[in-house]
């Protein structure tokens, strides 16, 4: 059997358990090969020279940990610069957000090299290499330059934006070539496939071959979604663990009087927060019975607060909250909880299982784990209901969810109410489906399928 290589920008120790969901998957895919996996220490140092990072090798059970550190230099503009202010904004349509700084990209191709050169030398020949997201586009191309000849896959974990959106990218011509020194690129959803091809089919004259295959640029490449899932049997017993069932017999007994909405993202403008609190403020002025008997949680988790587009929001979202808590909360009671801080991992199933109502609304998403962590949690007997953004990948696959348009806010309080008031036996029904799909096509299910994939390609 192959060694597994996974190279994504950050990795976690899979023996941790706050460790979460992909990085568990990955890790046991890892343990059974003895696998190694490569990547960003997390640390910047301030005086090193750019395209230069210490390696540093060590060994967690059969997994070997190869990361290296990065320059404040190449942080700045292959981190913050080319992945997180250009190609997340774009691959999420908001060219309005976009800072297409022409030195940001001579980082991202410095750090990409620089991972090529330092991980080169640590790779077997029978190795089978899965690198992971929008950071690390260009590394099989810098691979293959240097002699590499394993296999190699890409999964990216954004959405691919319409054709005519991507080519505003001064370098999607490059990006794009990149992704053919690929055996497979798989991607989130059908949605994202189609951007894909007929990106290359208009730009680069792509001949669409059988088996998904792809042939552009000269060479060719399988391309194929693979929708990410959530390792359902770890989550489960997350919410069977003491600390997620007193996290919801605590909320149940403080709002015992309410029910809670719950929303839990990272602070991102992708995920539609202002959005859902417009929606909310709706739901309060259109159907006044929820006034003193609904409460909307909001715990948005600090993320790349150096990113100016990510204070912009932050400010804006609390203008939001507090607005509505001044117009309409009373002496007893306050209409948003907004937390802007991480919760424990192990309290979340908690709280999504109190919650009746689940709001995942992003504006446009890869696919979102949150939407399928809220059902898992649900009691079957009594669950809540997944309202979803019709944006979000997870919305091609959870059909049974209330499916919205986070920009209607009218036509979002409308789910909201209808989720509010859904009679116990639909409920059932929605959930019992929901999960069947997210039980079948759980986080293990979603690497078999690529790894399997990955085995064939190219062959
Ligand atoms: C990218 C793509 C794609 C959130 N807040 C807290 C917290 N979380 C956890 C959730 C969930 C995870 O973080 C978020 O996953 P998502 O899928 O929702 O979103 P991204 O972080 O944007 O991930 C996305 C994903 O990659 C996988 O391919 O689905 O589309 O954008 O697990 O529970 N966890 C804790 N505290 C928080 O406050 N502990």
């Known amino acids: 059997m192959s060694r597994l290589v996974v190279i994504s920008n950050r990795l ?5 358990p706050a460790a979460g969901g992909l990085a568990v998957a990955l890790g046991d895919a890892l343990s059974q090969t003895g696998g190694l996996w490569f990547g960003w220490s997390g640390n910047i140092t301030e005086d090193g020279t750019p395209g230069e990072g210490d390696l540093r090798v060590r060994q967690a059970g059969a997994v070997t940990l190869a990361t290296v550190d990065l320059s404040r230099e190449d942080h ?6 080319y992945s997180n202010s250009v190609l997340w904004p774009v691959f999420h349509y908001r060219l309005d957000l976009a800072d297409f700084n022409a030195s940001y990209i001579a980082g991202y191709r410095r750090v990409n090299q620089m ?10 020949n029978d190795d089978i290499i899965w690198v992971h997201d929008y950071h690390l586009i260009p590394l099989a191309a810098e691979l293959r330059a240097m002699g590499c000849k394993q296999r190699i896959g890409f999964f990216l974990h954004i959405p691919v934006p319409p054709p005519l959106i991507m080519a505003a990218i001064p370098q999607h011509e490059w990006l794009m070539r990149s992704l053919f020194a690929y055996d497979l690129v798989g991607l989130q959803s059908e949605c994202d496939v189609a951007h894909f091809t007929r990106y290359v089919r208009n730009e680069a004259s792509a001949e669409e071959l059988e088996d998904s295959r792809v042939r552009a640029f000269g060479a060719t490449v399988v391309v194929r979604a693979f929708p990410i899932g959530i390792d359902v049997d770890e ?44 929606a909310y403020r709706e739901l309060l002025d259109r159907y006044p019975e929820n006034r003193k008997s609904a409460t909307l949680i909001m715990i948005a988790s600090p993320s790349r607060d150096d990113v100016n ?4 929001l932050r400010q804006e979202l609390e203008g939001l909250c507090g607005a509505v808590n001044g117009d309409y909360g009373e002496l007893d009671w306050m209409p948003v909880r907004y937390i802007h801080r991480m919760v424990a991992r192990k309290r979340v ?4 299982r109190a919650a009746s109502v689940g709001l995942v609304t992003p504006l446009r998403d890869g696919m979102n784990l949150v939407a399928k962590e809220y059902v898992v949690a649900q009691d079957p007997e009594d669950p809540g209901v997944l309202v979803l953004s019709r944006f979000a990948g997870a919305a091609e696959q959870l059909k049974e969810a209330l499916l919205v348009n986070p920009y209607d806010t009218q036509g979002m309080a409308d789910s909201i109410q209808q989720a509010l008031q859904m009679p116990l036996a639909e409920r059932q029904e929605r959930h019992q489906k929901l999960m069947a799909g997210i039980r079948e096509h759980d986080v293990h299910w979603w690497r078999r399928e690529f790894l399997g994939a990955l085995e064939t390609a190219g062959a």
């Open 12 to 16: 976690a120790d899979p023996r941790k």
């Open 76 to 81: 700045d503009s292959y981190y913050l610069g």
């Open 115 to 124: 991972y090529a050169r330092k991980l080169l030398p640590l790779l077997k």
């Open 235 to 278: 989550f489960t017993r997350l919410a069977n663990a003491p600390e997620a069932v007193e996290t919801c017999e605590r909320m149940r007994e403080e709002y015992s009087r309410r029910r809670l909405l719950m929303g839990v993202d990272r602070l991102d403008y992708s995920k539609g927060l202002p959005h859902r609190v417009r």
């Open 309 to 312: 587009a990510y204070s912009d």
């Open 349 to 352: 199933p908690g709280l999504c």
